[in-house]
């Protein structure tokens, strides 16, 4: 079974930092590609930033510059690293398994406060 476990969210002022993490098992990790996503209050789903298995990256234009996702097979992990929060990336956090059958955990709440 895949399970995806999202970690390190809360409560942030802008202009702060906060690394998220991912907790991967289930499947092979180093062979899918792997993306987090994110929902703002009353908002839909919005991709933030992927990284393939051959380690590839891509970010969605917003979060270009302030953002880094990484990813550390030898422990199954995946990382969003991000910097200079702004208000408007207040958001639930989701890590997904973006390859094969896609799947999505539980997602970290992060609140940046202005």
């Known amino acids: 079974e895949v399970q995806l476990q999202a970690s390190g969210g809360g409560l942030v002022q802008a202009g702060e930092s906060t690394r998220l993490s991912c907790a991967a098992s289930g499947f092979r990790f180093s062979s899918f590609a792997m993306s987090w996503l994110r929902q703002a209050p009353g908002k839909g789903l919005e991709r933030v930033a992927d990284?393939?298995?051959?380690?590839?990256?891509a970010y969605t234009d917003f979060v270009k510059g302030r953002f880094t996702i990484s990813r550390d097979n030898s422990k199954n992990m995946l990382y969003l690293q991000m910097n200079s929060l702004k208000p408007e990336d207040t958001a639930v956090y989701y890590c997904?398994?973006?390859?094969?059958?896609?799947?999505r955990g539980q997602g970290t709440l992060v609140t940046v406060s202005s």
């Open positions: 990284i393939m298995n051959d380690g590839k990256i």
């Open positions: 997904q398994k973006t390859s094969g059958t896609r799947a």
